[in-house]
């Protein structure tokens, strides 16, 4: 089982490597190769996704990805931002599906904003769209420029745009996935404004017909932002496009306290998948130790029973992230009362004895 391991900037390099030494003491075949990807690809080799990262990520099962980007490079011209590098990663490998579970850890229930009794068992799955939407529109986004100088560019465009087939593998994906939960999909989109939204919920209503036995409603973007944080455990499955899916993961996740808990998993129809944190390189607190490993670590155990059918040791690596939240191990971000504050490794170092 190859895996290539893919740290990426700012908190990315210390995340990674407590996932890594989690993997490393499960006594399974692992193959793991490490390469540069974004910011401090872009340094070493002038572009934030080099040929050979590119290369080994493709011949690889799964890809162990931590995050990319720092405010340095925002000056960069865009093809050379840290971020391209995860754009070109999901699209060169074809990773469509996006699952970006929001689950509320019991012990974790007061570190969110909300309610305790409005967040109490929550358990969201997003399935968002990944290589397809505004991201990837055709023509590609630009800046039009009067005089030829683009910091001064007098109008700007991004293109949205999805194909019939791209949404029917989606809606697959959140059929299927529904069928496992408690079958219920909410497919969210803009469709009283945007045609490719109507498109969108045209072909969830199509597709949902070989689906019988799952419940298949409809909600407008604006409207799930605001159910989520009114009344969250109303959702079971959501499906969504990439736009509205990078923004609603990132509100959904915020409800379970932090965001430093969240796994996510980005598959293709082959098995392959990249598992990352669902947040970013954080590269305020880059270098202190004081980062959540949890998320990356969640993220392997991800990794584990997606692409390389480990569902056993999956399950293990959940049951000992539950357990040092038991024993009340937190983080900086999950810190509350009463319980330890521990850093990075500290935390890393306790799920390996939790193992
Ligand atoms: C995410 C991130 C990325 C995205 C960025 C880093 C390009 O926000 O994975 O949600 O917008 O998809
Ligand atoms: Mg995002």
């Known amino acids: 089982m190859k895996i290539a391991v893919l740290p990426g900037d700012g908190i990315g390099t210390e995340i990674v490597a407590e996932a890594v030494k989690v993997l490393k003491v499960l006594d399974l075949p692992l193959e793991m190769e490490t390469a540069l990807v974004g910011g401090c690809a872009y340094e070493a080799h002038g572009h934030p996704l080099p040929e050979s990262t590119l290369k080994l990520a493709m011949a690889s099962d799964a890809v162990l990805f931590g995050a990319v980007g720092d405010w340095k490079y925002d000056k960069l011209d865009r093809p050379l931002r840290p971020e391209q590098a995860i754009l070109g990663l999901r699209k060169n490998m074809g990773l ?7 689950i509320c850890y019991e012990q974790l229930v007061d570190a969110s904003s909300l309610k305790p009794e409005l967040i109490a068992g929550l358990d969201i799955l997003i399935i968002r769209e990944l290589t397809g939407d505004i991201y990837f529109g055709q023509p590609r986004g630009r800046r039009i420029a009067t005089d030829g100088h683009f910091p001064g560019a007098e109008e700007a465009f991004d293109t949205m745009r999805y194909s019939r087939p791209e949404i029917e593998r989606i809606a697959h994906v959140a059929f299927q996935a529904a069928q496992k939960r408690s079958k219920r999909v909410t497919s969210v989109d803009k469709n009283n404004v945007l045609e490719t939204s109507q498109l969108w919920k045209d072909v969830m209503v199509e597709i949902g017909q070989q689906y019988p036995d799952v419940a298949l409603d409809h909600m407008l973007v604006d409207n799930a932002a605001m159910q989520l944080v009114k009344a969250p455990k109303k959702f079971d499955v959501l499906v969504t496009g990439n736009m509205f899916g990078d923004i609603l993961s990132d509100e959904a996740s915020m409800l379970t306290g932090s965001i430093g808990m969240l796994p996510s998993a980005s598959l293709n129809s ?33 990794m584990l029973r997606f692409s390389l059918n480990q569902e056993a040791a999956a399950q293990r690596i959940e049951a000992a992230v539950q357990k040092v939240l038991e024993q009340g191990l937190r983080t900086g971000d999950i810190y509350s009362e009463g319980t330890t504050k521990v850093s990075t490794v500290q935390m890393g170092d306790a799920v390996v004895k939790a193992l």
């Not at 469509?96 to 929001?102: G, I, K, L, T």
């Not at 970013?280 to 993220?299: M, Q």
Request: aromatic share 8%.
């Open 270 to 302: 082959k098995g392959q998948g990249l598992y990352e944190p669902s947040h970013g390189s954080a590269p305020d607190i880059a270098g202190k130790g004081i980062a959540n490993p949890l998320a990356t670590i969640l993220s392997a155990a991800m």
């Open 96 to 102: 469509f599906a996006n699952f970006r579970p929001a």
